[in-house]
């Protein structure tokens, strides 16, 4: 198309050139000025009508996640540590020196098994003197009722006979219960988790004596929740436990929820009941999260592609290449991850990545 009208222009040129006349000349060279031009102003129109001269379309990378339907909890986390639940420190009875000390730490003990001997002499003397005593009781009660049965003798020398004998032994009966308390003896069966006592200490009732036994069979983690959970977390709740110095995660149910807030801390003791493993010890840090809301066919998106304008909740979704605002309303947050109630439904391709600098019907590139 070109090459016709510059063959036309450069015969023209010709045509010019083969006069002598300046003023022809200069007239010729404007003609074929103007003609370009008006050339070049087809050129250009003809081009813009087969779109060469179209500006690219600016695409914005995002990526997306596609909405189904999925198993969401809301949890109530909170901090909490392991303990036993025969956990006991040693105590006597009855004040005493030390004499012997049967166990040793580390060693399995079972529940009445003796650990620790009181000096108890002066006790044993005792019941040695009263039962000399009962003795002489018993002989002369049992010749008083051999008379009495014969009609010999009256009934006050028989009963004076028979209190005397059953005094004696109700005296030897409370001796002998005193002296077994000189036997310290283990109230759970267990291990021996602590030992510091030593021969020659004295002891008193009711202050620990350095003896600990811990049943590590029977477990359990405790754990104080806010009163602003309280209508939330109940006994039979299912709770998710971590023990990061194991680590360990496993699911169980809360075994005890306490019913009354203490005024102090202002919270309720939950315990959860663990199963027996040697790798579980007291006091061990965990981790519980307690279910309190649960919803098996929700839609849920990151939290973090949820914008907020003074008014609304919104997002962006991908539609046929171009990125459409949509108001939500949200509810619960957990795990990074929060529940849509309205706005968005299943299929639905939300922008999760690249969505900051969005505006509505931006051109996208997934």
Excluded at 19 to 48: F, H, M, Q, V
Excluded at 73 to 80: A, D, P
Aim: charged letters at 30%; one cysteine or more; aromatic letters at 4%.
């Amino acid at each position: 198309m070109k090459r016709p009208l510059y063959t036309i222009a450069l015969a023209l040129l010709l045509a010019s050139c083969s006069s002598d006349n300046p003023k022809d000349k200069k007239a010729t060279l404007e003609k074929l000025k103007k003609e370009r031009t008006a050339l070049n102003g087809k050129i250009e129109k003809l081009e813009s009508e087969l779109g060469q001269n179209k500006k690219k379309v600016d695409f914005k990378d995002v990526a997306v996640t596609e909405l189904a339907e999925t198993h969401f909890r809301n949890y109530v986390e909170v901090q909490g540590r392991v303990d036993a639940e025969e956990n006991v420190d040693i105590m006597p009875e009855v004040p005493g020196t030390v004499t012997a000390i049967y166990v040793k730490a580390g060693q399995h003990v079972n529940k009445g098994q003796v650990l620790v001997q009181l000096d108890d002499k002066v006790l044993k003397q005792n019941v040695a003197q009263l039962q000399t005593q009962l003795d002489l009781a018993r002989t002369v009660f049992d010749r008083q009722k051999n008379l009495w049965d014969q009609k010999i003798g009256t009934e006050v020398q028989y009963l004076t006979a028979k209190s005397q004998k059953e005094g004696l032994e109700r005296q030897l009966a409370g001796l002998k219960s005193q002296a077994s308390m000189s036997k310290v003896k283990s109230p759970v069966s267990g291990t021996v988790d602590a030992m510091e006592l030593k021969l020659g200490q004295s002891v008193a009732p009711g202050s620990p004596m350095g003896i600990r036994v811990v049943n590590a069979d029977r477990l359990k983690v405790k754990a104080l929740v806010s009163e602003n959970y309280g209508g939330k977390v109940n006994q039979g709740d299912e709770v998710t436990i971590s023990l990061p110095d194991v680590p360990e995660n496993l699911n169980a149910k809360v075994s005890f929820a306490a019913k009354m807030i203490d005024p102090v801390s202002r919270g309720f003791n939950v315990e959860v009941k663990l199963p027996s493993n040697k790798k579980y010890r007291p006091n061990m840090v965990a981790i519980l999260k307690i279910i309190d809301y649960s919803n098996d066919k929700a839609l849920v998106v990151p939290v973090n592609a949820i914008q907020k304008s003074e008014s609304s909740e919104y997002v962006f979704i991908a539609v046929d290449g171009k990125a459409k605002k949509v108001n939500i309303k949200s509810g619960k947050v957990s795990d990074g991850k929060a529940e849509v109630l309205s706005g968005l439904k299943v299929g639905d391709k939300v922008i999760i990545t690249g969505f900051q600098d969005l505006n509505d019907g931006d051109s996208v590139k997934l």
